[in-house]
């Protein structure tokens, strides 16, 4: 079986609130697939919080910064005119077609165009067979036109929550159109793609989960005690923590704790609520840290809890769900088909701070129904969310690319050479 070469676009890669690309980047590495990773813009050094991230930055092809020089950009798209003036032209007129209207997106539509170019140029000068992109928004659209400049084909995949809140904007029916293949990280997310795209295109939607390396949060001797929580995310308003230190100043157990992980542009405003609310002694804000650190404070937590208005299917509940620690979540898009109400934890509306209070309050008090569930969740995870699987998913999707084979809507994974007949 001939492998494609593939390329692999983020907007911003690596990125520590991304690590589980990272983690699907090995997987097919691991499976025998090259990849080359590019990212549209470099990420600061806050993002650089593992070997691993450094590792990559250090080889990821940054489309941004070579576009700005003017060699670079001007050489691409005269190469490309000189060998396929008539492709390039429909590119032009493509990138046209899809702005979202307005003399702003029309010249950011010509930037991604001028980033495509460069991308193209770029994969045709490495051999690059196939290209996929991560986070079905602006990159995406150079995604689209870059295969439109080279003929490379392309595939994306959708996580949500944000482009469901403007699809057209960002021409999501349009892309999955001109894909090979879209991985859906989940049943919701392809049925929100599905809602934007003709039904003749949904052939072309699997699912593929993101994975965590369950190796990695082995499972831990200590027993839960309920009072530690930990939240890992960014520090954004659709994540809703002001609902979860709301609820905190409710728990009527005493001792609970919270460590929140993670940064953003609400940081500020979050600092000063736990102030005002009096629970600077309960609460401590740590920052981003890497995959290592995350493991480890998660076995010396008790519960995650993620209040989250919009998710796609969040992987650190998975994360947690490996530690063998229960989760508290809102029942949002994909969460339920990862967490079993009542079972590997507790599922509440988004921004109902009574609910999230009782179920600080139950897991706090009641250790042995935490185990069972934190046992549970770490089964659910084995059984579905292992990222080398996973990527082998993605693998068998690559491999049929300009094929007559048809894959499943959950494909099987890719064998390896020992696991072939």
């Known amino acids: 079986m001939n492998l494609p070469n593939i390329a692999y676009l983020t907007g911003e890669y690596p990125r520590a609130t991304d690590t589980f690309i990272q983690r699907e980047v090995v997987g097919l590495r691991a499976a025998g697939l090259k990849v080359s990773t590019c990212s549209i813009r470099k990420t600061d050094a806050s993002h650089h919080v593992g070997p691993e991230q450094k590792h990559e930055a250090t080889n990821t092809f940054h489309v941004l910064a070579a576009t700005l020089r003017p060699s670079t950009l001007l050489s691409a798209h005269f190469s490309l005119i000189r060998k396929e003036p008539k492709r390039w032209g429909k590119a032009l007129m493509l990138a046209a077609r899809t702005s979202p209207g307005g003399v702003k997106a029309f010249a950011y539509q010509m930037i991604y165009l001028a980033e495509a170019g460069v991308l193209a140029r770029h994969m045709q000068d490495n051999g690059i067979t196939h290209l996929h992109n991560h986070i079905a928004k602006s990159s995406c659209t150079v995604a689209m036109l870059a295969s439109a400049l080279s003929g490379i084909p ?141 493991a480890t404070l998660l076995s010396e937590s008790d519960i995650l809890v993620l209040p989250s208005f919009a998710e796609g299917l969040p992987v650190v509940l998975m994360e947690a769900m490996a530690a063998s620690r229960p989760v ?51 089964q659910a995870v084995l059984e579905g969310f292992q990222s080398d699987i996973e990527a082998r998913r993605l693998a068998t999707l690559f491999s049929n690319v300009g094929t007559e084979t048809r894959s499943a809507l959950r494909p099987e994974p890719l064998k390896t050479e020992l696991e072939k007949p």
């Not at 390396?213 to 995310?233: D, I, N, S």
């Not at 507790?346 to 046992?375: H, N």
């Open 154 to 294: 392309f595939s994306f995949t959708l996580h949500g929550p944000d482009i469901f809140f403007e699809p057209i904007h960002w021409r999501l029916d349009e892309k999955i159109a001109r894909a090979s293949f879209v991985a859906c990280i989940s049943h919701f997310c392809r049925s929100q793609a599905m809602s934007f795209s003709s039904p003749e295109q949904w052939r072309k939607l699997h699912i593929v989960h993101c994975g965590v390396e369950p190796a990695r949060y082995a499972e831990q001797p200590q027993k839960p005690t309920g009072k530690r929580l930990l939240f890992v995310g960014r520090l954004a308003a659709v994540k809703g923590l002001p609902v979860l230190i709301e609820a905190l100043q409710n728990v009527t157990t005493d001792g609970i704790t919270l460590q929140i992980v993670g940064d953003g542009p609400d940081r500020d405003s979050l600092q000063a609520s736990v102030t005002a609310a009096g629970l600077n002694k309960q609460v401590s804000f740590l920052g981003y840290r890497s995959q290592d650190d995350v």
């Open 328 to 378: 508290i979540a809102t029942r949002i898009a994909g969460t339920a088909e990862l967490v079993e109400d009542g079972v590997s934890g507790k599922l509440v509306s988004a921004g109902d701070v009574e609910a999230l209070t009782a179920a600080i309050d139950e897991l706090a008090t009641s250790a042995q129904k935490a185990e069972k569930m934190g046992q549970a969740g770490r």
